[in-house]
């Protein structure tokens, strides 16, 4: 009897803790992994990862707010996250390279305030997946971030 296909979920955390085992606990991406948590995937209608995390005053610039390289890495990251729930033998099963990420801030966020990032696979081919995410902070719903990734 065949093993049961893995879910959405399954893939998305797999991967996240595929990369904190990785990245012998240091780094950049290593901290931010750390500190979130994949809540929800799912493949329909398209392919998509939720994550969540607080923001802690190590994610902070000098200001005092959310880093714009943290905000860049972690949607670098929760957008490969998406693409995971789509992986299967043969079809993406390496994350692949991000090729270009192109974001947008619009608001500050604070140390201390959960975000959500939705990641969502737009389209997708062989070698090239174009993957778009947004930022909101948990408390409001507002939109602080978005992005668009090749």
Same mark, same amino acid.
């Not at 329909?44 to 714009?68: K, Q």
């Given at each position: 009897?065949?093993?049961?296909?893995?879910?959405?979920?399954?893939?998305?955390?797999?991967?996240?803790?595929?990369? +904190?085992? /990785?990245?012998?606990?240091? @780094?950049?991406?290593?901290? #931010?992994?750390?500190?979130? =948590?994949? *809540?929800?995937?799912?493949?329909?209608?398209?392919?998509?990862?939720?994550?969540?995390?607080?923001?802690?005053?190590?994610?902070?610039? +000098?200001? /005092?707010?959310?880093?714009? @390289?943290?905000?860049?890495? #972690?949607?670098?990251?929760? =957008?490969? *996250?998406?693409?995971?729930?789509?992986?299967?033998?043969?079809?993406?099963?390496?994350?692949?390279?991000?090729?270009?990420?192109?974001?947008?801030?619009?608001?500050?966020?604070?140390?201390?305030?959960?975000?959500?990032?939705?990641?969502?696979?737009?389209?997708?081919?062989?070698?090239?997946?174009?993957?778009?995410?947004?930022?909101?902070?948990?408390?409001?719903?507002?939109?602080?971030?978005?992005?668009?990734?090749?």
């Amino acid at each position: 009897m065949a093993e049961p296909k893995p879910t959405a979920l399954t893939l998305a955390k797999d991967f996240v803790e595929a990369l +904190l085992a /990785g990245s012998h606990d240091h @780094g950049f991406d290593y901290e #931010l992994c750390k500190a979130m =948590t994949v *809540v929800s995937a799912s493949l329909d209608p398209n392919p998509r990862a939720v994550t969540r995390l607080t923001v802690t005053l190590a994610m902070c610039n +000098l200001s /005092g707010t959310l880093h714009g @390289g943290a905000i860049s890495t #972690l949607f670098d990251v929760c =957008t490969t *996250v998406a693409l995971a729930t789509a992986r299967r033998e043969g079809f993406w099963e390496m994350a692949g390279v991000t090729r270009t990420l192109s974001t947008t801030c619009l608001l500050p966020v604070f140390p201390g305030e959960e975000i959500e990032i939705v990641g969502e696979v737009v389209q997708i081919g062989k070698k090239l997946a174009h993957i778009i995410a947004k930022m909101t902070l948990v408390r409001n719903a507002a939109i602080f971030g978005r992005t668009s990734k090749l």
